[in-house]
């Protein structure tokens, strides 16, 4: 069994910054990909940002130069530093890992966690 925790999730004023964390645990091998996608209500879940094990990211174009994903392999924790924030980064923030077990390799979501820009 494999669960995501995130954690960091709150109410910012634009221009302001915010980190969010993402804790895997459980039957854990390796975690492979890692990154962040976001969701509005009405619209589909978009990426944001990820990361591979040895530390290539991706961004979507919307958070290049403001967001900032990095990881700490020996935690299984991933981060997303995000800077300049806008109204329209409101969301929910969803972690997800591409994780191997003993028996295989998967994808798996976190909980979600409210990101509110508005002044």
């Known amino acids: 069994q494999v669960q995501l925790v995130e954690s960091g999730g709150g109410l910012v004023q634009p221009g302001g910054s915010l980190r969010l964390s993402c804790a895997a645990s459980g039957s854990i091998v390796s975690i492979l990909t890692m990154g962040w996608h976001r969701q509005v209500p009405g619209k589909e879940r978009e990426l944001v940002a990820t990361?591979?094990?040895?530390?290539?990211?991706n961004y979507a174009s919307s958070v290049k130069g403001r967001f900032i994903i990095s990881r700490d392999n020996a935690k299984n924790t991933v981060y997303l530093q995000m800077n300049s924030l806008k109204p329209e980064d409101t969301a929910v923030y969803y972690c997800?890992?591409?994780?191997?077990?003993?028996?295989?390799?998967?994808?798996?979501w976190g909980q979600g966690t409210q990101v509110t820009v508005s002044s």
């Open positions: 990361i591979t094990r040895d530390g290539s990211t």
């Open positions: 997800k890992a591409k994780i191997l077990t003993t028996r295989t390799v998967n994808d798996y």
